[in-house]
């Protein structure tokens, strides 16, 4: 196809039409700013960007990549911020900046000026902000990996982008919560109790080896950091690196674990039930999304039901010891798709051992988290 188009604006050419009033000939449709993901789509990411004027307007959001429009006043700036486990691409359409990158907040030696039609990447980790030194609007697009704010985001002010920010950062779970400790949890139930939906010689493994693997690998990772006392929640919204992984499986095989029970089974009732039908119209077809979600899932990760701020529900998948928490979600049901979960009772049969969850799930408890 690309071959194809060459030859057709070559062929205008040979007629005394220049390459440039073929490229003219392109138009997109009109600017009509909302977020577009995760659908196949194709923009004029210039005109779309010189049309906002809010401090940020997400335009695409993914599974693993969204993409932000962003307005910043004259004087105003994006906010000094780091992004533990997410890198991020800038490009400028419009304005001057002044690009400050460092490895805490008060040393940010990184500086550049930066204008029109420049790249700015930002590694995961770093310190960064972005300053409109100039006097108009400073129009830009921003590229995460992974996504960084629910889908949908519209924040017209700075203002409205730090509560929403500070409504995130906010705990979803008191301390006190059984999932919420550093500790092996106990199991409510026998270790043979929920067969055939999970062995007991699974459980033995996944409970009595992975997970205790991770609770000690935890308690020697966090001696003398910050994060000594901190609770699961906290390790998992802000650490990164090996702290992030095992404080982030400790919560996710506890929310997991206790999610189950021989009793359970059915569906669910009440607010969750409600909520449930007004986002996936059912809740055979949210259970089919489900399973298709962690069946689609690439290598090891967990598959999560979610709910906004506001309780809208959504399904994410999340890679190796990923969360919802750190997209400011709050996790509610969790699959565990890591092959130690299912492999000694499915071997690599993942949609099988999905399916079989369902039969086990204690509605019940996964309502109180909702
Ligand atoms: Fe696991």
Redesign the pocket.
Known sequence: MKIRLIQFCAGLFLFGWSMTSCNQTLKSDPVSLKDYGAEPTVINIDAYTMSNSNFRTALWTGVNLQSTLMSIPVGGDVGLEKHPTTDQFLRIEEGTAQVVMGDTETSLTFVKTAGKDFAIFVPAGKWHNIINTGNKPLKLYSIYSPAEHPHGTIHKTQEDAEEAEEAANQHFFNKNENFMTRELIQLPYATNALEPAISRQTIEF?HGK??QGYVNNLKSLVQGTEFANADLETMVRESDGAIFNNAG?IL??NL?FLQFSPTGGGSPSGRLAQAINAAFSSFENFQKEFESAGVGLFGSGWVWLAANSDGKLSITKESNAGNPLTKGLKPILTF?V?E??YYLDFQNRRADQLKSLWSIVDWKIVESRY
Do not use: G, P, S, V
Request: no cysteine; charged share 10%.
């Open positions: 996944h992975h997970l499986q996710n095989h997991y565990d890591w130690h979960a």
